[in-house]
């Protein structure tokens, strides 16, 4: 099992910056592939950022030059740093991982970023 904690949500205006952390415990070394998830409200689900084991990375086109996504493995943590905020950026952010990107196995309960304009 894994625990995923996320914390760094708020609310910000448009333009502005925020970094999401993810602490990660238990066994972890399952976990290959981690990820930042988000629902706006009466939206679907949508990956935004995933890292696999050795750095690759995938982003959503939405924010493909505007958040990145890193990993301390040291202190088991996840980051997501967002920035050039849009109001469209608004949703619950979930952390998640598994053993592969699709399906992930573990989630977290999600931070909520606002981006007001």
């Known amino acids: 099992q894994v625990q995923l904690v996320e914390s760094g949500g708020g609310s910000v205006q448009t333009g502005g910056s925020l970094r999401l952390s993810c602490a990660a415990s238990?066994?972890?070394?399952?976990?290959?592939?981690m990820g930042w998830f988000r629902q706006a409200p009466g939206k679907e689900r949508e990956r935004v950022a995933t890292?696999?084991?050795?750095?690759?990375?995938y982003y959503a086109d939405s924010v493909k030059g505007r958040f990145t996504i890193s990993q301390d493995n040291a202190k088991n943590t996840m980051y997501l740093e967002m920035n050039s905020l849009k109001p469209e950026d608004t949703a619950m952010y979930y952390c998640a991982a598994g053993t592969y990107c699709y399906p992930m196995d573990y989630w977290g309960k999600g931070t909520l970023v606002t981006i007001s304009s």
């Open positions: 890292i696999y084991t050795g750095g690759s990375t």
């Open positions: 238990g066994y972890t070394r399952s976990s290959n592939c």
